[in-house]
C-alpha cells in the first residue's frame, strides 16, 4: 500500500506565495506521473501541473508562468512553488500519483487534500 501526505497549505494574501509538498511513501517500487489538482466550492476537481518521472512539466494555462512544479525522486516527494497567488487559487489542493507495483500493475493514488484559502 501506498500513501500520499501533504503538507504547506494555509492561508496567504494575494500576491503572497506558499509551497506544497506532498511525500509518497510505504511499498513504492515506480512512481511514474505525479501533479496536484484542486477543487474549487462548487467547482470539479481540475489539473493544477504534473512532472513526468523525467521532469516534463504541463500547466493549466491559469498558473502558467505562476506556478512550479518539481519533483525530488530520491525522497518521493512532489511540489508545488505557488507564487503571485490570485483569490480565484482558493481551493483545496490534491496531490496525485501513477505507481507502478513490482507485477506491472499501474495504481492511482491521492493526498488527503490541503487546504489553500487567499484573502486578505
Known amino acids: 500500500q501506498v500513501q500520499l501526505v501533504e503538507s504547506g497549505g494555509g492561508l496567504v494574501q494575494p500576491g503572497g506565495s506558499l509551497r506544497l509538498s506532498c511525500a509518497a511513501s510505504?511499498?513504492?517500487?515506480?512512481?511514474?506521473?505525479m501533479a496536484w489538482y484542486r477543487q474549487a466550492p462548487g467547482n470539479e476537481r481540475e489539473l493544477v501541473a504534473r512532472?513526468?518521472?523525467?521532469?516534463?512539466?504541463d500547466y493549466a494555462n491559469s498558473v502558467k508562468g505562476r506556478f512550479t512544479i518539481s519533483r525530488d525522486n530520491a525522497k518521493n516527494t512532489v511540489y508545488l512553488q505557488m507564487n503571485s497567488l490570485k483569490p480565484e487559487d482558493t481551493a483545496v489542493y490534491y496531490c496525485?500519483?501513477?505507481?507502478?507495483?513490482?507485477?506491472?500493475?499501474?495504481?492511482?493514488?491521492w493526498g488527503q487534500g490541503t487546504q489553500v484559502p487567499v484573502s486578505s
Open positions: 510505504g511499498s513504492i517500487f515506480r512512481i511514474n506521473v
Open positions: 512532472i513526468s518521472s523525467g521532469g516534463l512539466t
Open positions: 496525485y500519483m501513477s505507481h507502478c507495483t513490482r507485477d506491472g500493475e499501474d495504481w492511482d493514488y
